[in-house]
């Protein structure tokens, strides 16, 4: 066997144990030898499905968030947080309203990139039930990313095409976003039991190195405000090539299976939007009325997520109001309904937590979904 033989099969083993530890990317492969077997197009042309600005801004957010993990200020503030809440219920609660109001202002991804890490940094100090508070903080940032134009991609999209004001926008959002809210603080309430967090692991705090701290939150910052103004590519660049010389573990262990997998989701989702027979069912409709848009745009979510849901309906109705309440139930139900839902649970990487997320995820949306419809029948 040729040395080149050798390195094909080497390959070929490390692809086929990548898709069994991953059973999301397993299933996008399959996926897109589907689409492309039933509605081939070139492969050439895949790349150009992909929306590259958001895979850019993820790989960036993925690179700080390793700096400032590695950097010990996690470890420092968990420090600080465990020995003044006492209890789990109390910390949940904590952790969920600060999720739900970074969302409002960052974007849910981004909040997650803040919250998740805490977590699991405090789990190193006190033992928690990392999957369950990883569960409740995807849905907090879904749930309160509803509010602002700012909460969301689709959001963004539909301010920018419906032409309404900020002020109205937030106003009409308000409560469903209140509703959902009240549901999940509800049922953390349920979830987490009021008993004092166990502090014997909790010894001396970590030391913090400062100067790497300091240069990734202020790299932090920075990178969010040139992906917010459209340049997330100067951003990676100067922050990829700075850290390898730097800190190269920074950009070595981050989660690359997470990379591909949003990159494949995109070219499949897109894919499958683009289908004539998709777009003629969607058209069959008739998306005249409030709640039609509103269960079309619920339900599509649940199959392409609901940005893809946002911008394909939005040629089919200009009601953006019942578009923007059926895409934030959307973002409930399966995993693949919010890229922030796939974010919570690969940074967690905990085993059996995408069938404990769609125990409470699927009964959320369904209830949420009728309340969203009761509210919009109520204020049309």
């Given at each position: 066997?040729?040395?080149?033989?050798?390195?094909?099969?080497?390959?070929?083993?490390?692809?086929?144990?990548?898709?069994?530890?991953?059973?999301?990317?397993?299933?996008?492969?399959?996926?897109?030898?589907?689409?492309?077997?039933?509605?081939?197009?070139?492969?050439?042309?895949?790349?150009?499905?992909?929306?590259?600005?958001?895979?850019?801004?993820?790989?960036?957010?993925?690179?700080?968030?390793?700096?400032?993990?590695?950097?010990?200020?996690?470890?420092?503030?968990?420090?600080?947080?465990?020995?003044?809440?006492?209890?789990?219920?109390?910390?949940?609660?904590?952790?969920?309203?600060?999720?739900?109001?970074?969302?409002?202002?960052?974007?849910?991804?981004?909040?997650?990139?803040?919250?998740?890490?805490?977590?699991?940094?405090?789990?190193?100090?006190?033992?928690?039930?990392?999957?369950?508070?990883?569960?409740?903080?995807?849905?907090?940032?879904?749930?309160?990313?509803?509010?602002?134009?700012?909460?969301?991609?689709?959001?963004?999209?539909?301010?920018?095409?419906?032409?309404?004001?900020?002020?109205?926008?937030?106003?009409?959002?308000?409560?469903?976003?209140?509703?959902?809210?009240?549901?999940?603080?509800?049922?953390?309430?349920?979830?987490?039991?009021?008993?004092?967090?166990?502090?014997?692991?909790?010894?001396?705090?970590?030391?913090?190195?400062?100067?790497?701290?300091?240069?990734?939150?202020?790299?932090?910052?920075?990178?969010?405000?040139?992906?917010?103004?459209?340049?997330?590519?100067?951003?990676?660049?100067?922050?990829?090539?700075?850290?390898?010389?730097?800190?190269?573990?920074?950009?070595?262990?981050?989660?690359?299976?997470?990379?591909?997998?949003?990159?494949?989701?995109?070219?499949?989702?897109?894919?499958?939007?683009?289908?004539?027979?998709?777009?003629?069912?969607?058209?069959?409709?008739?998306?005249?009325?409030?709640?039609?848009?509103?269960?079309?745009?619920?339900?599509?979510?649940?199959?392409?997520?609901?940005?893809?849901?946002?911008i394909m309906l939005a040629e089919f109705t200009r009601d953006w109001r019942a578009l923007a309440f059926g895409v934030s139930i959307g973002g409930f139900?399966?995993?693949?309904?919010?890229?922030?839902?796939?974010?919570?649970?690969?940074?967690?990487?905990?085993?059996?937590?995408?069938?404990?997320?769609h125990l409470v995820s699927i009964p959320f949306w369904i209830v949420g979904g009728a309340l969203g419809a009761w509210l919009l029948s109520v204020s049309?």
């Open positions: 066997m040729t040395a080149a033989e050798k390195a094909g099969r080497s390959l070929l083993r490390r692809c086929i144990s990548l898709l069994g530890g991953e059973p999301v990317l397993s299933a996008l492969v399959v996926a897109l030898i589907a689409t492309q077997w039933r509605h081939p197009r070139a492969w050439t042309d895949l790349p150009r499905l992909v929306d590259w600005p958001t895979v850019m801004t993820l790989a960036g957010l993925l690179i700080l968030t390793k700096a400032v993990e590695l950097s010990g200020v996690l470890m420092w503030l968990s420090h600080r947080v465990v020995h003044r809440v006492r209890s789990e219920r109390t910390l949940a609660m904590l952790l969920i309203g600060l999720a739900a109001a970074l969302s409002m202002i960052v974007t849910n991804d981004v909040a997650l990139f803040v919250v998740v890490p805490l977590v699991l940094s405090l789990d190193k100090l006190t033992p928690l039930p990392v999957k369950r508070l990883a569960i409740f903080l995807a849905l907090a940032v879904n749930a309160g990313s509803v509010l602002t134009p700012l909460g969301n991609p689709q959001n963004l999209f539909l301010w920018q095409t419906s032409g309404v004001s900020f002020g109205r926008f937030v106003i009409a959002l308000f409560p469903l976003c209140a509703v959902l809210m009240a549901m999940l603080y509800g049922l953390a309430a349920c979830a987490f039991a009021p008993k004092p967090l166990d502090l014997s692991r909790d010894a001396v705090s970590q030391p913090v190195d400062r100067p790497f701290a300091v240069a990734a939150a202020i790299l932090f910052v920075a990178f969010v405000l040139l992906a917010d103004a459209h340049h997330p590519g100067i951003g990676l660049a100067a922050i990829g090539f700075g850290f390898l010389i730097w800190r190269r573990d920074a950009v070595l262990r981050i989660d690359w299976a997470l990379l591909l997998i949003f990159a494949l989701m995109f070219i499949v989702l897109r894919s499958v939007a683009a289908l004539p027979a998709i777009r003629e069912a969607i058209a069959a409709l008739d998306l005249s009325t409030p709640l039609r848009a509103y269960v079309a745009a619920g339900v599509l979510s649940q199959g392409i997520s609901n940005v893809p849901a946002a139900g399966i995993a693949i309904g919010s890229l922030a839902n796939l974010i919570a649970v690969r940074l967690v990487k905990k085993r059996g937590i995408w069938m404990a997320f049309s």
